[in-house]
């Protein structure tokens, strides 16, 4: 079964930060671009980052630039968002995705499998 | 940056009517269009790829159309399951980067 399960979120204060993790199955994880989407408590989907499958490319939404790091260990099937100088904005369900590939390895449109999420919540 | 914009913001239906949902994009996007469905609790789970090609598992009655800044998302007969908030989104050419629409609640009438 393809899946994918996402760890490491919590409740942290303004300024700290958190590492999330996403543990892939079912699936040649270092064949994939991943990314990270986020859902802010009634709100829309947000894309985060994208990182390619050797990990040479990430990409980042404007508004988490300079703090957060997209990493994965393709040993491990694993993928990472590193968050640091966490703001209340950054208070979210955060979802791991995988990206479609074409056949040539370029990045997809669709984000197809996604994990169930993690709560990140920033407050005092 | 492009900027997706979806209409209406809420549909009222019933079981068995015909949705029609918009996705308009700021300026072309191609084809680089996808829709997903989501319902409360749950992940997205996508649905149409590639602004016309149904996801693995998806039903016919879901069904994608258009290309460059006008899309469309078609729900033939909505079933009870169908009630949900759709998203469209885009990738850009290059780099490689995602924007999601702001959301169609579809609910039942």
């Known amino acids: 079964e393809v899946q994918l399960v996402e760890s490491g979120g919590g409740l942290v204060q303004p300024g700290g930060s958190l590492r999330l993790s996403c543990a892939a199955s079912?699936?040649?994880?270092?064949?994939?671009?991943m990314s990270w989407v986020r859902q802010a408590p009634g709100k829309g989907l947000e894309w985060v980052a994208n990182?390619?499958?050797?990990?040479?490319?990430?990409y980042y939404v404007d508004s988490v630039k300079g703090r957060f790091t997209i990493s994965r260990d393709n040993a491990k099937n694993s993928l990472y968002l590193q968050m640091n100088s966490l703001r209340a904005e950054d208070t979210a369900v955060y979802y791991c995705?995988?990206?479609?590939?074409?056949?040539?390895?370029?990045?997809?449109?669709?984000?197809?499998?996604w994990g169930q999420g993690t709560t990140v919540t920033v407050s005092s | 940056e492009i900027v997706l914009t979806q209409s209406p913001a809420t549909l009222s239906l019933s079981p068995g009517e015909r949705a029609t949902l918009s996705c308009r994009a700021s300026q072309s996007v191609s084809s680089y269009l996808a829709w997903y469905q989501q319902k409360p609790g749950q992940a997205p789970r996508l649905l149409i790829y590639?602004?016309?090609n149904r996801a693995t598992g998806i039903p016919a009655r879901f069904s994608g159309s258009g290309s460059g800044t006008d899309f469309t998302l078609t729900i033939s007969s909505l079933e009870p399951e169908d009630f949900a908030v759709y998203y469209c989104?885009?990738?850009?050419?290059?780099?490689?980067?995602?924007?999601f629409g702001p959301g169609t609640k579809v609910d039942i009438k």
């Open positions: 590639d602004a016309s």
């Open positions: 990182i390619k499958q050797d990990g040479s490319e990430k």
């Open positions: 079912g699936f040649t994880f270092s064949s994939y671009w």
């Open positions: 995705a995988r990206v479609q590939v074409t056949i040539f390895g370029v990045a997809g449109v669709a984000m197809d499998v």
């Open positions: 989104q885009q990738r850009s050419n290059w780099p490689p980067v995602f924007t």
